[in-house]
């Protein structure tokens, strides 16, 4: 299975290079993306690799979000909000 549309480049990598964690990883930056993606109220689409998750703070339409994660063990907990 292709990551690609899923993932920017930079999360691809960041995922690959993570070993022995990329399955932490792969999961922290996919539950960031599912929050910002509710936040924006769209839902995950075709377009989800071009959402770039790897900063705490993004920017979309003049409104600026932030995103907290929360990694315990196995579990990964991401909040996404407007400011």
Known sequence: ?????????????????????EQVDFWTLWIRKEAYLKCLGTGIDSNCSQV???????VADSVNYKLATEVFDEFVISVCTSE
């Open 52 to 58: 770039k998750v790897v900063d705490d703070t993004l």
């Open 1 to 21: 299975m292709s990551l690609s549309p899923i993932f920017s480049r930079k999360e691809l990598t960041q995922i690959r290079f993570s070993v022995p964690y």
